[in-house]
């Protein structure tokens, strides 16, 4: 039975997880503790086992090889445009939380569904489209690894 893992306190999660996570990103003992243990938090209702952290996190520690095609078919071609052009305008804020307020509204404002915007915008910040929520994703990456991410698989 795997809901013991949310059972368990932060501290204790992130350190049982280390062992599992440091022969594959060797980077998680360099990286603020803090900001791994609330990535953890966030994915522990994912996992089964605690080896399970190892792919689950994957995407905070290595950069999406993204495909152009997958990412386009998940929305209509009008979408895509329109996504393209309100992800340009969220990088260009200051911060993570008007990066995300701006993604909102233009979602909104576009009329794009909202499953269909996050799944992609999803997709270009983790490789997949399926996952964590998005506000949960840009509080755990860091701000210019998200402009990095969307420029990169937007082109």
Request: glycine letters at 2%; charged letters at 15%.
């Amino acid at each position: 039975n795997h809901k013991w893992i949310n059972k368990l306190a932060p501290e204790t999660l992130l350190q049982l997880c280390i062992p599992f996570l440091a022969p594959v990103f060797p980077e998680v003992t360099t990286q603020p503790l803090h900001t791994v243990q609330f990535a953890l938090q966030k994915i522990s209702s994912e996992m089964i086992t605690l080896q399970d952290c190892v792919e689950l996190l994957a995407f905070y520690f290595a950069t999406p090889v993204c495909s152009k095609a997958h990412a386009h078919a998940l929305t209509t071609p009008e979408n895509i445009t329109a996504l393209t052009q309100i992800i340009e305008q969220a990088s260009m804020q200051p911060d993570k939380s008007t990066f995300l307020s701006t993604l909102k509204f233009g979602i909104t404002a576009a009329k794009i569904p909202n499953k269909e915007a996050f799944m992609y915008i999803r997709y270009l910040l983790t490789g997949s489209e399926k996952g964590l929520a998005i506000a949960d994703l840009i509080e755990i990456l860091e701000y210019t690894i998200i402009k990095k991410r969307v420029a990169a698989n937007i082109k």
